[in-house]
């Protein structure tokens, strides 16, 4: 059983403005980062609309199809200045969701043992009913109700390393109790969300805030202490992974002082967790990481240990 590798070149066509940190340029970076680890490779659909409307509600999909603007149209801001689309963002979008669906699929039918959807636009600030941070769908979301709904599973559980708090994803799973969140992520910092008191209505949210310049020590104690044993008592069937990379110490955008071994140490310790807790069904969906080479070092630590720990 192979490692799967899921992407599609319309992600680089979603365009930013001119110095934007979540710009073209990351989708290539993430790629380099698996050269060399024996993924297989598989085209992202675009997802549907019936599949993103589990997470979204149906008026906001349509207002999003009016938003994206036609060809020869330029730049439309979606909020105050952090998130906008182009003519090439709708396919982005939609097979950046789409990537995420399918690699649920390839783990539940046996075609991948793990799945990485390297995406662009990211997701995990865009919240049932608005775009933000980036983000227009929320691509871990709805994978994770893909893997509830369409394949039957009881419990999934989503965990945010990100170094921003994956808000659109808390507000997800706190209308769905089968769904268990825990994030890892600096505060203060945007979008000022992810107290340590938030547990939601069902008991599902765990956050970990780590103060301004937090390093990887400090980081591995919040997982080992706080992420892994809440994630054990839930129990899951499927374990799904924000996979951001901007709390690397080179990373723009970041407070935090990771460096590449504490993503290795992550691959180890969530496939390992999934190994214990649900047949080692692993799906990883690429967020945050603005500097191109940490992002590509960080990616190649994270992604190879999962190869490693699932070696025969």
Not at 185 to 204: C, D, F, V
Request: one cysteine or more; glycine letters at 10%.
């Amino acid at each position: 059983m192979t490692h799967l590798l899921i992407t599609h070149p319309a992600m680089a066509r979603h365009g930013v403005p001119p110095g934007h940190p979540e710009r073209p340029d990351r989708l290539a970076a993430a790629l380099q980062g698996f050269q060399g680890l024996g993924f297989a490779e598989a085209e992202a659909p675009e997802a549907e609309d019936a599949v993103l409307a589990r997470i979204h509600p149906w008026p906001y999909l349509a207002a999003m199809r009016q938003a994206f603007p036609a060809p020869g149209q330029g730049l439309v801001a979606l909020d105050s200045g952090d998130t906008f689309v182009d003519p090439g963002s709708r396919e982005a979008a939609y097979r950046a969701a789409g990537a995420a669906v399918a690699a649920v699929d390839a783990v539940m039918t046996g075609q991948a043992r793990t799945a990485f959807a390297v995406v662009r636009p990211p997701g995990h600030h865009a919240e049932p009913a608005q775009p933000m941070g980036f983000c227009i769908f929320n691509n871990i979301a709805v994978a994770a109700l893909h893997a509830l709904e369409a394949h039957g599973l009881g419990r999934v559980a989503i965990v945010d390393f990100d170094v921003h708090h994956g808000n659109g994803t808390q507000e997800a799973a706190e209308r769905e109790p089968r769904m268990f969140f825990a994030s890892t992520h600096a505060s203060p910092l945007y979008p000022g969300t992810g107290h340590a008191h938030e547990r939601g209505q069902h008991g599902n949210v765990l956050n970990a805030p780590l103060p301004p310049g937090a390093d990887g020590a400090a980081w591995r104690r919040a997982m080992t202490t706080l992420v892994s044993p809440a994630i054990e008592a839930f129990a899951p069937e499927m374990l799904l992974v924000s996979a951001g990379f901007d709390a690397h110490a080179d990373d723009p955008l970041a407070p935090l002082e990771l460096v590449e071994d504490d993503y290795r140490w992550a691959g180890e310790e969530i496939a390992a967790l999934a190994l214990r807790l649900c047949k080692g069904r692993v799906v990883s969906v690429l967020e945050g990481g603005y500097s191109l080479g940490a992002l590509t070092r960080s990616v190649r630590a994270y992604a190879g240990a999962l190869t490693r720990v699932y070696a025969p």
